[in-house]
């Protein structure tokens, strides 16, 4: 319990720390954010990853509870789309918007914290390997073509982005670690890695920050943001219907790590409000869905965290 509220107290103040610092910060904190960015993925998240998934245990349940993600993924991809084409009757920015933030979850920065806090360290390769196979996939491919399908911008094309899938530097570290014995990565090693994950908190959330602070100054988002109706939507299909599907999909064909379920109900990931900015999807619905998720999944964090 007193873990689980440094970690939240952690990204709370991270977080606001970046709210404020965008509005003090040359050019909006934007350049202190790309370099911030560049440190978690080409310095900290290839050595944890590496040295995490170098001692997992592959087997059935984790290579299945993959694919299940996709099926879990594209299931609910589905039903923001008939939710805000049947009922709450969006515009084509909008209804790409609610797609992207119900299909992306914040599987990395607040993900890996979460599982290491709640279900323990053991956990966190079985979440490494859905954050790089399937959340990178997803951010990089599916949401992009998202945004350049329904955005009101064409962007840059998608081929960039496939070609970054492959050079992305923490899926790298997967597939080396995947070969390497396990002699490369001994215990003194692991550890450091384990910590790391906590490293990256403060780093990642004051990115979060300096993005809302951002969304905030631009008039896209409102302290607290309003919570409205799309946004409702897309946080009961990313919070709610994503983790009991994936619960049902593994109920019935295999068990996967608990990992795996942990990660479907991770709060909407920032990078959804890149892919809004990139392509010109709607950015209230995006950045407010970030926001307001990201909140419930610290507060959630804190009430489950005595029943583990």
Request: net charge neutral.
């Amino acid at each position: 319990m007193t873990k689980v509220l440094l970690v939240s107290a952690l990204i709370a103040l991270a977080t606001a720390a970046g709210i404020a610092a965008e509005r003090r910060l040359p050019d909006g904190g934007q350049p202190v954010a790309r370099q911030a960015s560049r440190f978690l993925l080409w310095g900290l998240s290839p050595v944890i990853y590496f040295f995490v998934v170098a001692r997992l245990q592959l087997d059935a349940g984790i290579g299945v509870g993959l694919l299940l993600a996709y099926v879990e993924l594209a299931i609910v991809g589905l039903l923001a789309y008939l939710a805000a084409t049947r009922w709450l009757h969006l515009r084509r920015a909008q209804t790409g918007a609610l797609i992207v933030v119900v299909i992306l979850g914040n599987t990395g920065y607040v993900g890996l914290p979460l599982v290491a806090t709640l279900l323990g360290t053991d956990q966190l390769g079985p979440a490494i390997a859905w954050d790089s196979v399937v959340s990178a996939p997803m951010f990089l491919v599916v949401a992009m073509a998202i945004g350049a399908t329904m955005g009101n911008r064409p962007g840059e094309g998608l081929a960039p982005h496939v070609v970054a899938v492959l050079r992305n530097p923490p899926l790298i570290a997967v597939v080396l670690a995947l070969i390497a014995p396990d002699a490369l990565a001994p215990d003194v090693l692991l550890s450091v890695a384990h910590a790391l994950v906590y490293v990256t908190i403060p780093v990642a959330f004051f990115i979060v920050g300096l993005t809302l602070g951002g969304e905030s100054e631009e008039g896209a988002l409102s302290f607290p943001p309003a919570l409205t109706r799309p946004v409702t939507v897309a946080l009961g299909l990313r919070m709610i219907a994503a983790p009991l599907l994936m619960f049902g999909l593994t109920t019935l064909i295999i068990r996967v790590p608990h990992a795996y379920l942990l990660q479907a109900a991770m709060p909407c990931g920032a990078n959804s409000v890149l892919v809004a900015h990139l392509y010109g999807l709607d950015l209230k619905i995006t950045a407010s869905a970030v926001a307001w998720s990201t909140m419930i999944a610290v507060v959630l964090a804190i009430l489950v965290s005595p029943l583990l």
